[in-house]
């Protein structure tokens, strides 16, 4: 096995801090896209199903999978602890944010259910749409999950649209021949968050 990257040594360093000092019990499986194993903690991942059977559609760069006795902290949550990580893990192999896609982590196939789920809610909103010729709007989701939506709808020649900002953002499926409103550039919506915080 050759010697892993200096991208999967960073993420096996963060795992180490992780297991180490922050306590968690977990072990790790890191796989870069060349399809070679790391494994971050001496162990392998258990049982777990190979991550690249599960590459989202972006196919990620280095995708890690997480088992062991703490993995239902992880997912407790809608998975909000395994988001952090997956999060800092990016910004220690300095991605910008719409850059994160190049790195995925998961636990208990977490990420695999979450997207099976994603696929069924934009079948029903496809069918939705088509029966009563108004919008529908999906709840808010990560930027991660707001792709996923777009492309698993895209086949169905609907438009769609992502509304709103930060966390509360959401995608809007439209009618056939219905175009989505014009939303604010990024800039234009930085310039609106910064006005805000200038009237505090």
Do not use: C
Not at 49 to 69: C, D, H, R
Request: hydrophobic letters at 40%; proline letters at 8%.
């Amino acid at each position: 096995m050759n010697s892993p990257g200096p991208a999967e040594k960073k993420i096996a360093d963060f795992l180490h801090v992780l297991t180490a000092q922050g306590g968690l019990r977990i072990k790790s499986k890191i796989l870069a896209r060349n399809g070679q194993v790391q494994p971050a903690s001496g162990d392998d991942a258990g049982n777990a199903t190979s991550v690249s059977a599960k590459a989202s559609l972006t196919a990620p760069e280095i995708s890690v999978e997480l088992s062991g006795p703490d993995t239902p902290l992880l997912v407790a949550r809608n998975g909000e602890l395994l988001h952090a990580i997956e999060h800092i893990a990016a910004k220690i192999l300095r991605f910008e944010h719409e850059e994160h896609d190049r790195i995925s982590f998961d636990a208990e196939n977490f990420k695999l259910l979450r997207r099976r789920e994603l696929e069924m809610m934009a079948e029903a909103a496809i069918e939705r749409v088509r029966a009563s010729s108004r919008p529908y709007a999906f709840p808010p989701m990560s930027s991660r999950e707001r792709r996923l939506i777009h492309l698993f709808v895209k086949d169905s020649g609907l438009p769609t649209a992502s509304q709103n900002d930060g966390p509360r953002r959401f995608v809007v499926l439209y009618p056939e021949g219905e175009e989505p409103a014009p939303q604010p550039s990024s800039a234009d919506r930085a310039h609106a968050i910064r006005k805000t915080f200038r009237r505090r």
